[in-house]
């Protein structure tokens, strides 16, 4: 390969690794041509945008960029492909769901990078998986700070109903 396209290579890398909040360094060898299609399909349909990088090339793109991927030098061996998401946790559950529909053990965790936080191993998809994502804690805050104002509100209609209809018994009483 030239320098001019290594080069080039290296930039569109930088490009990216500036642009995505979340990066999943993955092993994908031993998957046959069938296998791998079915992934980046899913991968397309699901947002998650995949790439098959040298490991030289993105590790200069990784020194070039401001974010720290130093952790995840040691991961740079063997096959690797990238998973580019904006949401933390979709990689992961992409990960898992694939291996479980085909039955597989690849794609296979090497690392991932998620909102300025290194993860190192296979071992660590399960914490990924599990990692809530920005819209899911955002609702559940709004959930909560809204579930007091909803118990008030229903108290207050509940007790009116039981105010009036004490008030009418007892107005009926004295008559």
């Given at each position: 390969m030239r320098i001019k396209n290594k080069q080039l290579i290296v930039d569109e890398l930088k490009t990216k690794l500036e642009s995505a909040p979340v990066l999943y360094i993955t092993d994908i060898s031993g998957l046959n041509a069938v296998q791998t299609s079915n992934l980046r399909r899913i991968c397309f349909t699901t947002g998650v945008k995949m790439q098959v990088v040298k490991n030289t090339l993105l590790k200069r793109a990784m020194n070039e960029v401001d974010n720290n991927y130093e952790e995840l030098y040691d991961v740079l061996k063997g096959n690797t492909s990238l998973m580019f998401s904006d949401t933390g946790n979709l990689p992961a559950k992409l990960i898992k769901d694939y291996t479980k529909k085909f039955k597989t053990t690849k794609p296979l965790?090497?690392?991932?990078?998620?909102?300025?936080?290194?993860?190192?191993?296979?071992?660590?998809?399960?914490?990924?998986?599990?990692?809530?994502s920005k819209d899911?804690?955002?609702?559940?805050i709004i959930s909560l700070l809204q579930s007091p104002a909803k118990n008030v509100v229903s108290a207050l209609q509940s007790g009116g109903g039981k105010l009036a209809g004490i008030i009418k018994t007892l107005s009926e009483r004295a008559e």
């Open positions: 965790l090497k690392g991932a990078y998620v909102e300025s936080t290194c993860y190192v191993g296979e071992n660590q998809l399960d914490f990924l998986f599990n990692i809530k899911e804690l955002l609702g559940g």
